[in-house]
T-cell receptor, first 113, second 113 residues
């Protein structure tokens, strides 16, 4: 079945470091891909999304590029801040039967001041 | 904008007890979801519903029942709480569109003693 893989469970960086979170997906077609962010005590919220039409999403300094060749959708940010500390989920939109979303296991980002 | 309200915020149950979690949304969304979140395991789909009175099983439906009484509400029942179980249950909703965003509530934290 469709799946999303995030290998990094935890990432620790210092402020102004470069962020790269790896995500790969497996599906039989061209899905819509999302990154969600979850802050403590909150539900996940949309950070950015990318469809097959636009290939790249940018939001709040984060960007992700949809690469059909390598089936990857990595998240990047040039310079992280302490306020970026949160859990980041790579998410695939599945339209196989009825619309539902499939979450990766999440990457806990901890940014040191 | 809209909001997803989950009640209760905290739920403490006894082993073997039947427990019900409730969710209301005012987005007028067609699809609603229940996810379970365990530390280090990301989000796992329990049930979802694409319209009133519809129910679809997710990957983790065993041990749970769900009910979509009306378009705006979706409840989840833990049929027999397991001792020492601890998790956050997240309710979400979305339109029926492959590119759409999923909106989440803040969660119900379950502890079984």
């Amino acid at each position: 079945g469709d799946s999303v893989t995030q290998m990094q469970g935890q990432v620790t960086l210092s402020e102004d470091d470069f962020l790269f979170i790896n995500c790969t997906y497996s599906t039989t077609w061209y899905p819509t891909l999302f990154w969600y962010v979850q802050y403590p005590g909150e539900g996940p919220q949309l950070l950015l999304k990318v469809t097959t039409a636009n290939n790249k999403g940018i939001s709040r300094g984060f960007e992700a590029t949809y690469d059909k060749g390598t089936t990857s959708f990595h998240l990047q940010k040039a310079s992280v801040q302490e306020s970026d500390s949160a859990v980041y989920y790579c998410v695939l939109g599945d339209w196989t039967n009825a619309y539902k979303v499939i979450f990766g296991k999440g990457t806990h980002l901890h940014v040191l001041p | 904008g809209g909001i997803i309200t989950q009640t209760p915020k905290f739920l403490i149950g006894q082993e073997g007890q039947k427990l019900t979690l409730k969710c209301q949304q005012n987005f007028n969304h067609d699809t609603m979801y229940w996810y379970r979140q365990d530390s280090g395991k990301g989000l796992r789909l329990i049930y979802y519903s694409i319209t009133e009175n519809d129910l679809q099983k997710g990957d983790l439906s065993e041990g749970y029942d769900a009910s979509r009484e009306k378009k705006s509400s979706f409840s989840l029942t833990v049929t027999s709480a397991q001792k020492n179980e601890m998790a956050v249950f997240l309710c979400a909703s979305s339109l029926r569109d492959r590119n759409t965003e999923v909106f989440f509530g803040k969660g119900t934290r379950l502890t079984v003693v």
